[in-house]
């Protein structure tokens, strides 16, 4: 059973997924669901001895296509609606422990082709409106699986954030006439201070207003709004700037820092030529043993704290040795 429920109070949908309280929950290596089935052993997620690169339903999907049966009914003062949309895990690699920065540059390449396969064939469904693509890695982030994976949760409605920055683009757009990204890159490539990796067509950097410690955003040089924009240059631009970024991230404490990766692509339904496509990684960690909790002020207020600039941050980052 699981639904949609509306928050009337922050005007936001919530998913409710019971369902998924019985998931994997951190299995030993030999049990691990993502490595391939080896012959005689226990089949795991992926009948198969060896793959490169594989994506599958999420077996505890948030949101499923049929959506299941709803557990409650809604109201006037409750909206509620059925959890419609597709959920599913990636596995980078048959290695239980390759990192992306690790992996070859070939490798983060055929991964970007699998995403921008994935957002167009899950974005073309008539119920898809947003085809989020994202990663959890590391204990700290609450990861339940440890072999290298990321998700994708395909949306039946554009969630709160990117339609947040959808309405700011917006805005920009209509105010200045230019893009809020192309602006943004502009001004960076100006000040240079928070750049912390470029490339022709990629530029990487903690941004002026940073939320996480080490919060790093990769910009495709050029105004593209989506995976599917890109030409083959800018892909292998982009899996070089990805494991340069991921290099120096597991190079910073000397252990793979826990992060959340996201992509901010535009909505496959309707015409949003004012976004800007990009990456966002939020680590967790403050110093190699202090995380960063969201606690009263981030959780309760909505507003980030952060103790070291985003300038320092920056240039410590430019600092580690890859
Ligand atoms: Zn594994
Ligand atoms: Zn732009
Ligand atoms: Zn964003």
Redesign the pocket.
Known sequence: MSELRWNPQLQQWVIVATHRQDRTYKPPAEFCPLCPTKPGAFPTEIPAEDYEIVVFENKFPSLKTPPPEMAVEGSDLYPVKPAEGICEVICYSPNHTLTLGEAPVEHIYNLIQVWTDRYQELGSKPEINYVFIFENRGEAVGVTLHHPHGQIYAFPFIPPTPEKELAA?KQHHEKHG??????I?KQEREDRKRIVCENANFTAMVPFYARYPYEVHI??N???GALTDLTEQEQWDLAEILKELITRYDNLFGFQLPYIMVLHQKPTKGDYP???FHFEFYPFNRTETKLKYLAGVESGAGTFITDMSPEDQAERLRGVKI
């Open positions: 683009a230019r893009c809020l990204y192309c602006d890159l910009l495709a050029r105004h593209v004012e976004y800007h």
